[in-house]
RNA sequence: GGGCAGGUGGUAGAGCGGUCAAUUACUCCAGACUGUAAAUCUGGCGCCUUUAUGGCUACAUAGGUUCGAAUCCUAUCCUGCCCA
């Protein structure tokens, strides 16, 4: 266990010396997170750093979850190519709500400390923005690979989000955080929590990043790109969406998406080089995964279904029943939003990507009641 | 404050008075092939209809010029660069 928290899904540790030191010290860390209350659904990507965090829970430490109502108004300008528009204080509460019900399907909330960031920053002055602002120097905030980007590319950046990296270091020496968590993409940040606890006489914080999980599509995982498998997906769709990754990524999400012990991904990895069918492994993948978050029975039923629809080309045993008023086809597609516009419809059939009743249909294809409506390979719905 | 260059569909990025609902690439959707994989190939990708050399809405916003504007003019908003 102590060993995998170093390794697995991780891609660099600073300072690594210093952080296998504090473990073995039997001191009880404070490991931190920070939270930017976006979006409000959660993939399995930003479930890896969930994972990490949990595995030092498991350990006897405690996760301290900062949530950013601050830093909101600024948007986290890593990786981004435009400054983000800042969110609404109702927002943030709703954004973090979801947030919170899917995040304990990972952590343990019995070793969870939470903060907003507003219990701190609330009560700052200006002066006591100046103050921090002149423990960092502007060489170093400058020196983040995003912000040199965007000067160079004559992309905007606002003034205030140079302050981003500030504001979050700040949590570091608000909560005294003897490690930090993230995301590779939030090095900087990280880096300048540790310049900034250094200026305030603490122990920096170590940094452990945890590496990318590509999306289903070979892509860095993104809600934008929608490539996701998000932690509340349906088993069945969720068991689908694993089932369309690429080959490649078989053992990639084995570690950062599953808990399996890498000793037996091991296993599977000499299976594979010996010849094993990718499809049967991905098939354990999909169901460690759902299991995961939906537990094994549904795991197993998400897996039966799946090779009766897929396999077999049966139809799914459970169809979405939807009650239709319109008439035609097209109408019932446009209705049941199975296509976006009438025109979409009538492209849809045209390919004969329609079928009614197994039967490819045609613009003038009758729908009696109660029949079953299939676009494309995954779309089906029943009529009422 | 002054000068210059820009703001085009989900994204990037052409077009610079009619032939523009707008080249192209990517994403996306459907079909073929498959292991619901990837790769590849084919078709499609604003909305509506009486499917038409049809109508409507759209190229930052608001006006204007013109028979006709994404394309020209004016104002406004936004962005970048240079100067102060």
């Not at 109702?90 to 070793?111: C, G, H, M, V, W």
């Not at 002055?125 to 983040?144: F, K, R």
């Not at 209705?335 to 613009?363: C, F, H, M, P």
Request: hydrophobic share 40%.
């Amino acid at each position: 266990m102590e060993d995998e928290i170093l390794t697995r899904s991780v891609a660099e540790i600073i300072d690594r010396k210093h952080l296998e030191q504090q473990l073995h010290s039997g001191k009880k860390l404070r490991i931190k997170l920070g939270i930017d209350p976006t979006g409000a659904r959660l993939h399995i990507g930003h479930a890896v750093v969930l994972w990490i965090l949990r595995r030092f829970q498991d350990l006897g430490h405690t996760a301290v979850l900062i949530i950013g109502d601050t830093t909101a108004s600024i948007g986290d300008p890593s990786g981004k190519n435009e400054t983000r528009p800042p969110l609404t204080k109702s927002d943030i509460a709703k954004n973090f709500a979801t947030y919170e019900q899917q995040a304990l399907k990972i952590l343990d909330k019995n070793r969870l400390e939470l903060h907003w960031q507003s219990e701190w920053f609330a009560k700052f002055t200006l002066q006591d923005v100046i103050y921090e602002a002149s423990q960092l120097s502007a060489g170093w905030i400058m020196s983040h690979e995003t912000f040199r980007q965007r000067l160079k590319m004559g992309q905007s950046l606002a003034f205030h989000e140079l302050l981003y990296p500030l504001i979050q270091a700040y949590d570091s020496v608000a909560t005294k955080a003897d490690v930090e968590l993230g995301g590779l993409d939030q090095k900087f940040n990280l880096l300048t929590g540790r310049e900034l606890m250094h200026a305030h006489g603490l122990e920096p914080q170590d940094i452990v990043l945890a590496d990318y999980l590509i999306g289903t599509d070979g892509q860095k995982m993104g809600k934008t790109l929608g490539n996701f498998i998000a932690l509340e997906d349906e088993p069945n769709d969720m068991f689908g969406k694993v089932m369309s990754i690429n080959d490649d990524l078989i053992l990639k999400y084995f570690e950062f998406a599953t808990q399996m012990p890498i000793s037996e991904i091991k296993e599977l990895e000499k299976e594979l080089e010996a010849g094993a069918n990718p499809r049967d492994i991905k098939k354990r993948l999909a169901q460690e995964i759902v299991t995961l978050y939906h537990g094994a029975k549904l795991a197993t039923s998400a897996a039966n279904e799946w090779a009766k629809v897929f396999s077999k080309k049966e139809k799914p045993s459970e169809i979405r029943n939807v009650k239709v008023h319109e008439s035609s086809i097209i109408g019932i597609l446009v209705e049941t939003n199975l296509a976006s516009s009438k025109n979409e419809a009538k492209r849809l059939i045209d390919q004969k990507g329609v079928r009614v009743n197994d039967e490819i249909a045609n613009e003038g294809t009758k729908v009696p009641p109660s029949s079953i409506i299939q676009v494309g390979k995954r779309k089906f719905i029943k009529t009422e």
